[in-house]
């Protein structure tokens, strides 16, 4: 069965970083970019990052302005967001996604898991 | 960046009624159009791709239409299940964007 599973989330002070693991089973990962969106609480979607099957190609939403760094261990069949210089704002539940072979819309979806940025 | 816009923000709808979504792109993504349903609690799920492919799985009563700038999701008939959070994406351009949401709610 496909399945993709987040963790990784927590509570981290203002500053600080994170890092978000994605683990994949039951498809073929190397073929596939993956995604990482974030919902805000009580907010809608909003998309943060993508790597390409080989990851060599990175694409980030404009506001993270370098502070987040998407990778993947094909081998390992895993997706990571090391996420630095947390602000109160990244609060949110953190969402890893396949897209569709050939085109970036999002066909597969984890569970999620929740970061919180707080003093 | 690609702003994409969907009205109305809250729709109220009976179970069997025929509900139309719209969604609006601020310049031309082709048929890179996704929408997707999110029920409180769930992560989204895929109900169209290109405009107007269904996902594996959706119900024939879910279609997406339109090009461009222009796109529509129709529910032929809602169901009980269907009450939810309705997004559309773009993913012609990078950076991909997502409209603010409709909540299709019970009336």
């Known amino acids: 069965q496909v399945h993709l599973v987040e963790s990784g989330g927590g509570l981290v002070k203002p500053g600080g970083s994170l890092r978000l693991s994605c683990a994949a089973s039951?498809?073929?990962?190397?073929?596939?970019?993956m995604d990482w969106i974030r919902q805000a609480p009580g907010k809608g979607l909003e998309w943060v990052s993508s790597?390409?099957?080989?990851?060599?190609?990175?694409n980030y939403a404009d506001s993270l302005k370098g502070r987040f760094t998407v990778s993947r261990d094909n081998a390992k069949n895993s997706l990571f967001l090391q996420m630095n210089s947390l602000r109160a704002e990244d609060t949110a539940v953190y969402y890893c996604?396949?897209?569709?072979?050939?085109?970036?819309?999002?066909?597969?979806w984890g569970q999620g898991t929740v970061v919180t940025v707080s003093s | 960046e690609i702003v994409m816009t969907q009205s109305p923000a809250t729709l109220s709808v009976s179970p069997g009624e025929r509900v139309t979504l719209s969604c609006r792109a601020s310049q031309s993504v082709s048929s890179n159009l996704a929408w997707y349903q999110q029920k409180p609690g769930q992560a989204p799920s895929l109900l169209i791709y290109g405009a107007s492919t269904r996902a594996t799985s959706i119900p024939a009563r879910f279609s997406g239409s339109g090009s461009r700038t222009e796109f529509t999701l129709t529910i032929s008939s809602l169901q009980s299940e269907d009450f939810a959070v309705y997004y559309c994406q773009q993913y012609n351009n990078w950076p991909l964007t997502f409209g603010g949401g409709t909540k299709v709610e019970i009336k």
């Open positions: 039951g498809f073929s990962f190397g073929d596939y970019y």
């Open positions: 996604a396949r897209a569709g072979l050939g085109h970036n819309s999002f066909h597969l």
């Open positions: 790597i390409s099957n080989s990851g060599g190609s990175l």
